[in-house]
């Protein structure tokens, strides 16, 4: 089979993490039998570097021609870095929203799994860990509060702010299809997330919702209040099957549930449209105070070349082996510095690769 | 000195929780010679049963002829309550937020404290909780996209909900006001919360806070992005002192941060306008499950009647009396069924109030 991915190494550690993650596509590539072909393309940093905006268009025609981009991370230090001198629309972070949307890559998955190996780095307590949790969000990524209309004015000499959330029904009902249709094929348990003791917005999710479950008699659905949910997380992760939910709720409970698990170097996420197209990158940042230094963690990057692998190219023999090689080199203790415990071995961002590329 | 204390018994375990909490104020006032005049009003769903709505003009008007107001808590089960059947706006929740803005409620503050004795019951690992930690939410409570405009209208034949976020200057000048105010008496440190790198009401809140901080020169100032303080709260919770951020994303992190604490049942908090007078209530919710059985915990309460006794009447020497009794009965080991462990004492809500009113 022939693969087009394009890449973005994006700022920071992305190119690092990303250059493990070809090596071990290559290696997937060579031993199955496919070919693969990569173009590049800027976006953030890297990209305001060079064009002087985050993102431009003809990096969005180049990824666009590709069946599925696999990004690293993007974004600097926000402090210290000129880019955020900037306007916020010409922002590394400007360049991310503006390939969601014109990629209409409205369902963001993010799973967020406790590794058996990794149980130790659990910020929670033995008794609440040990049962382990498996669960992922199911985030709408081009609505809501991200693009509604905004605008900054000047009434009476007062400064006013205004964001709009907003939702259509059709734009609810296709993340909600996405959920179920995921959840059928793992514990059959969807957790709609909304405010809709508050929000128009969120009882118009909660109604479609309920439309749409009602072609899924085999998955239970469930609706909790965003603030329930940001307690539930820490309290007891592991009810969670599917959490489903609109844009900024799943910012913000996603990130909550990937420091949950303790090793946000090893969560992966896909962010799909309504085709097999998908673009697909680390949960985590781009880390720039330990960028080129080859100790970032590059697995949460390989794991989003296994789903990438999985979603986009239906190839889930291969994705398999992918997450096979992860396991293995999490069994034999290998561990990059995010992640070491003590009795493992300490690998570089490179070795990590390496040892995933020959565990193939 | 005459205190004049408006109650809202409220829904489910409300009326047990303010009648302990009753108990203690009147054995304070006893001991420090002072009297106090108690009016009681309905609202939520108590409201609803009598009058047909949340909360009446009347009672309003009787909340604000106190000085203080203490509340239980209101609500009931949302699948099964019949208050659930009407409309949004008529359901016991629309009296909060309906007496919020009547009382110009603007700033919400929740402590979120790991107690000593209570440790076990924390959530997270030894290493995390052993240094303790305690931090105050500082909640902007009248604006955002709880009171922006909203509206659910079709549009050829399609569903779309709208709701508003707008935050002028001046509602984020006077909460950024109390957060730097009572920071100055804590530890010195104010935590921004907002989603700078997406919303222009992030970003007005930013500048306005930066304005503000640049009064108090002894307080540190840093500014975090809501999907990173979801995670830090649980990696790190000592890092905090005061954390200060708008409506809807004070009501996901102060949940988040109570839980934390893994005693939900004994967090106070309080809503303040820009006089003395305030509204007391608990952290917890009406946990209609266990109404009426006499086994809640009064502890929340009581220590929100103490948070009174410090913001409206100045009497510090009567809230540390509160503060004290309850940190000694949990010396003594007695615990209600909520925060029982091993070797304690189990008592009831009536037991634990009679406690807390001999140690007075
Ligand atoms: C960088 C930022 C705009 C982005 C978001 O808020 O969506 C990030 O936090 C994420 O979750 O991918
Ligand atoms: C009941 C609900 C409307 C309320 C809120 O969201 O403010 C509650 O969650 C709270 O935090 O006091």
């Known amino acids: 089979m022939e693969l087009k991915i394009t ?3 994006g700022d920071g550690i992305g190119p690092e993490i990303v250059r493990e993650a070809r090596k071990v596509l290559d290696s997937v590539a060579k031993s199955y039998g496919h070919r693969i072909q990569y173009t590049d393309i800027l976006m953030g940093g890297a990209s305001i570097d060079v064009h002087g905006i985050p993102l431009t268009e003809e990096a969005v025609e180049t990824a666009k021609a590709a069946d599925a981009v696999l990004m690293g991370s993007i974004g600097g230090d926000t402090t210290t870095s000129p ?4 306007p916020p629309n010409l922002r590394p972070e400007a360049g991310l929203l503006a390939i969601r949307k014109a990629l209409n890559l409205f369902a963001n998955l993010r799973p967020a799994i406790l590794y058996e190996e990794l149980a130790k780095a659990c910020p929670l307590r033995e008794e609440i860990s040990a049962q382990g949790f498996d669960m992922l969000i199911m985030r709408e990524l081009t609505g809501g509060l991200y693009f509604g209309d905004r605008k900054t004015i000047e009434e009476n000499g007062i400064r006013k702010a205004t964001d709009t959330l907003v939702y259509d029904e059709n734009e609810i009902r296709r993340i909600a299809i996405k959920g179920f249709d995921i959840a059928k094929k793992r514990s059959k348990k969807v957790t709609s997330v ?5 929000l128009d ?3 118009l999710w909660r109604s479609v919702v309920e439309e749409v479950a009602k072609n899924y008699p085999d998955v239970t659905l469930e609706h909790m209040l965003v603030d ?3 307690m539930q997380l820490v309290k007891d992760p592991a009810q969670f099957d599917v959490i489903l939910t609109e844009n900024m709720f799943g910012d913000i409970l996603s990130d909550e ?3 949950v698990t303790g090793s946000i170097g090893m969560l992966a996420s896909a962010s799909l449209n309504d ?3 998908g673009l697909y990158e680390p949960s985590h940042g781009s880390a720039p105070d330990i960028a080129g230094k080859d100790i970032a963690n590059p697995i949460a990057t390989v794991l989003s070349a296994a789903m990438m692998l999985r979603f986009t190219f239906d190839l889930d023999k291969e994705a398999d082996a992918v997450e096979a090689a ?3 080199v999490l069994k034999e203790g290998y561990r990059t510095a995010d992640i070491m415990s003590e009795g493992c071995k300490k690998v570089s961002c490179t070795q990590m690769g390496n040892l995933l590329v020959e565990r193939i």
């Open 7 to 9: 890449c973005i190494p």
């Open 83 to 86: 880019w955020y001198k900037l």
């Open 194 to 198: 909304d405010k809709a003791n508050v």
């Open 201 to 203: 917005s969120s009882r």
């Open 228 to 230: 329930n949910c940001a």
């Open 257 to 259: 549930a990937s420091m």
């Open 275 to 277: 085709t097999k197209f």
């Open 326 to 328: 992860v396991k293995h």
